[in-house]
């Protein structure tokens, strides 16, 4: 399937985007297979929400490149002190991508920058865990409502990926990517999220752990499909971990 053209929108095209792509996207073609599927649930323009399940701190740089060739332009919500590094937070500023202010004053800003991004017909990437993967079958964990929130509010599709691959370049708690031999990336898209009966109901906690669990059940779906196996009956809970002392 050919890539369609990412569109302007209100963030255009400038150097930085452009720089990230000519940069990145030769990489990844010489170190990396790329196995897409399902593209066409991404919708070709409009605001939309991608729900990613996370498997390593480098698979934003796939996912990245997944999304530019469904023909968006994706707008993440990055850590912010990541933007303070020397070149890498100029790429993030100028393409338009969304600092997350953690345990700070600062942490709704990302939350309304991402709602402002949507209703002005971006397409927002957001991890729903938060975090890489702790379950140590490396399927999705329990989540966040932050994405839930955000898709009630706008009202905008919600489209789930499932990716597998990345956790093979820099596995978790690894320093060191391995980069040969070349590994395959593959990425997983299913339909719209069933959310509608939920936007009709007041936004309670009952409704944004329900829209959640329904994000991460078709994210999980589409994992099940891409690995070829079942996941766990039962969602690993990172919270387990910390009350026991375990790993975070």
């Known amino acids: 399937m050919l890539a369609r053209r990412p569109k302007e929108g209100p963030f255009r095209q400038g150097p930085a985007y452009r720089t990230a792509v000519d940069v990145l996207k ?52 990055i850590k912010s002190s990541l933007f303070e590094v020397p070149l890498v937070g100029w790429v993030f500023r100028g393409s338009g991508q969304i600092p997350v202010h953690r345990d700070s ?9 991402a709602v402002k991004a949507v209703q002005e017909g971006e397409c927002v990437v957001i991890y729903p865990e938060g975090t890489t993967t702790k379950d140590p079958g490396m399927w999705p964990m329990q989540a966040r409502t932050g994405a839930a929130r955000i898709a009630l509010l706008t009202k905008c599709p919600v489209i789930p990926v499932a ?40 936004m309670t906690a009952e409704v944004l752990r329900d829209a959640t669990e329904r994000i991460l059940g078709a994210i999980t779906h589409e994992l099940e499909v891409l690995r070829g196996e079942q996941a766990p009956a039962e969602r690993y809970d990172p919270k387990g971990d910390e009350k026991s002392g375990g790993a975070a």
């Open 163 to 202: 990716q597998w691959g990345a956790q093979e370049i820099l596995p978790r708690g690894a320093k060191v990517p391995k980069l040969l031999p070349r590994k395959r990336l593959a990425f997983r898209v299913g339909p719209p999220v069933p959310l509608e009966d939920l936007r009709e109901r007041p």
């Open 105 to 113: 004053r600062d942490a709704a800003k990302a939350f309304r920058a």
């Open 26 to 77: 030769p990489l990844l073609m010489v170190l990396t297979h790329k196995d897409w599927s399902g593209l066409e649930h991404v919708p070709a323009d409009g605001g939309v929400i991608l729900v990613v399940n996370h498997l390593s701190v480098v698979d934003p740089i796939g996912t990245a490149r997944f999304v530019h060739d469904t023909g968006r332009r994706p707008r993440f919500l």
